[in-house]
């Protein structure tokens, strides 16, 4: 796997090509792969631009010193059922007689391994200030009881896990409408008092999102669209404010129960985040995909990935002069010279915030003369995440019998992952929190403090190693309140040594504005997404990337919304190792 993709940092004043893509993250590698694997283009008219220094967006894969195995600081898992990202990683099978050997589609060979999610009987869970394994509800439930914590739930709620509960109130909501009722009521089912099973399809989903009513009498939201309703809103209603603090808290995500598009947030959480769910990754780090698929593009005569060039703005005014339709000034972060690129058609791989800083008085984005695109580029939530991978000098978690996966708690860490451990040297990667919405600003006062954290030398890792990540280590202050919740949430029993190093990613900073995203409630996403693809029908300007898909936070909604944007837009034929009958979405 080759991750020393060769990266253009300079400029070329007047280049004229035919697909400007802007973004270097998995959309726009993508359309830039697939545009000259299809022969749409050659590789020369077809260019690659991003602000940064590296490839992948917020993919991020990080070896620290003294270890020999990757941490991820920002995507890290797929779903089988995700078809691109699967095949691209793991590529697809021959047709007779070689049925069980699979094709690359790549030039790189990645290793597809499990993402474990750890035993829930040793993994645990700290909710107000009580301490228990993750399978407390399970155990109860199988013994016949009702496991009883510390949140005054209703009646009708006590005793279900986090996720039973979500899936309750979906089950009930989803069963409460007639019209759903009368299509779907087939493909859910109550299997006993606090199981429920969901055989839903995403084009399934796709017919119930926009058509669901919430029909509950004396609500304040009876007879109105699903779809129109804010998640918190929603879950309140159904089991209370402690309900609703009980699931954003035993969640483990904030991001999970904000107040969202209620119609978005019932497949997501019936599907990738529910119990039981299997995820894998990448062995030599998940950023890999992205690298892949840039080598497949760099593979042929005249690509190009120019590094370091920031998007200022695109006009049309100067550009029929060099007979192409638009004229793209850059900025040149290392000369902090501007300069031009002439082309026929944009393509904008971007999420909301790097939109938004972009110049808003252009042709394309003047709100006094469309406020539409406006509209819709805010019709997104921006969530904000960091993450905060900490090395220490051997597992120390193993003495709770833990070894993957990850611990909940309710104090602003919110969450640890169990990483790994070097077999040579015994250090070991824990994630040390995972920070999402209302816990930001907690972490923020932190995370920007001036005095950053001391590394110090460890098993196979010098200080002049440790060294080269000053740039990247939290603050002492950050590292030292999250070493106080890892103490809190493990109890006093366990002993955890200090880190000898961090590195640390806040991905609300600029240009990303966020981790990942969610669609507000009130937006019919049906019609967003296709408009955002191309939002003036006059203009080959496109827009595509995880912010405005139906697989939000997830690499395969960057990829679907690429792919979709390429057959509608560019006319390309879907790529012989896609299923035809794979599920797009809108």
């Known amino acids: 796997m080759n991750k020393n993709t060769p990266l253009n940092p300079g400029m070329e004043p007047g280049l004229k090509i035919e697909v400007a893509i802007v973004g270097a993250g998995t959309s726009g590698l993508y359309t830039a792969y697939r545009l000259v694997a299809d022969k749409k283009f050659t590789a020369d008219q077809v260019q690659i631009f991003d602000l940064n220094d590296r490839l992948g967006g917020r993919l991020e894969s990080v070896i620290m010193p003294g270890m020999d195995f990757w941490g991820e600081m920002g995507g890290m898992r797929y779903l089988t059922s995700q078809e691109i990202v699967t095949t691209l990683i793991e590529g697809y ?24 999610m750890g035993d829930t009987s040793k993994l645990l869970m700290y909710l107000r200030k009580e301490r228990f394994k993750q399978d407390a509800w399970n155990v109860a439930q199988d013994a016949g009881k009702k496991l009883i914590t510390r949140y005054y739930l209703n009646d009708d709620d006590l005793g279900f896990s986090s996720d039973q509960l979500f899936n309750k109130i979906i089950y009930d909501v989803l069963m409460a ?9 087939d493909f859910v089912k109550k299997t006993s008092e606090y199981e429920y099973t969901f055989e839903i399809t995403s084009r399934q989903w796709d017919d119930i999102k926009p058509k669901l009513r919430y029909n509950f009498k004396g609500s304040p939201y009876e007879g109105r669209k699903v779809n129109d309703i804010g998640f918190w809103n929603l879950i309140k209603d159904q089991i209370s404010q402690e309900g609703y603090t009980f699931l954003a ?23 990738d985040f529910s119990e039981g769910t299997v995820y894998k990754t990448i062995e030599e780090g998940f950023d890999s995909i992205a690298y892949a698929i840039a080598n497949t593009y760099m593979d042929n005569p005249g690509a190009c990935i120019w590094s370091e060039n920031k998007l200022i703005t695109f006009t049309k005014e100067h550009a029929f002069k060099h007979s192409h339709k638009y004229q793209l000034t850059f900025l040149n972060i290392t000369t902090n010279e501007e300069w031009h690129v002439y082309a026929n058609t944009i393509v904008l791989a971007m999420p909301r915030r790097s939109l938004e800083l972009l110049d808003q008085e252009n042709f394309f984005f003047n709100v006094n003369e469309d406020s539409t695109l406006n509209n819709n580029i805010r019709s997104v939530i921006m969530e904000p995440a960091f993450k905060i991978l ?33 077999t040579h040297t015994d250090n070991s990667m824990l994630l040390g929190s995972y920070g999402d919405m209302e816990t930001e600003t907690f972490w923020k006062a932190l995370s920007d403090d001036k005095i950053l954290f001391k590394v110090k030398a460890s098993n196979s890792a010098s200080l002049k190693e440790l060294h080269e990540l000053d740039s990247v280590q939290a603050s002492q202050m950050m590292v030292n309140e999250v070493m106080n919740q890892l103490r809190e949430l493990h109890g006093p029993d366990v002993e955890i040594p200090d880190p000898y190093v961090t590195y640390f990613r806040d991905w609300s900073d600029d240009p990303f504005g966020a981790g990942y995203h969610a669609w507000k409630a009130g937006y019919e996403v049906k019609n967003v997404m296709p408009y955002m693809r191309q939002p003036k029908p006059t203009e080959q300007i496109h827009i595509c990337g995880e912010a405005y898909s139906d697989q939000q936070g997830w690499v395969e909604g960057a990829l679907c919304e690429a792919e979709k944007m390429l057959e509608t837009h560019f006319g390309l034929e879907r790529p012989e190792w896609l299923d035809p009958a794979y599920y797009l979405g809108w």
Not at 93 to 116: A, S
Not at 177 to 185: L, V
């Open 390 to 422: 900490m090395g220490f000098p051997h597992p120390w978690w193993k003495k709770l019998g833990i070894d993957s996966g990850h611990s909940i708690t309710d104090l602003p860490m919110r969450q640890c992952y169990y990483f790994g451990t070097d």
């Open 177 to 185: 409408d007639p019209w759903f009722r009368e299509n779907y009521s």
């Open 93 to 116: 099978p021959l047709t007779e007689p070689d049925l069980n050997k699979r094709k690359q589609v790549l030039v790189d060979k990645m290793n597809p391994v499990p993402f474990p």
């Open 249 to 271: 808290n035993a969640g483990g995500y904030y991001s999970n129960t904000i107040n969202w598009n209620s119609a978005e947030a019932f497949p997501y959480m019936v599907g």
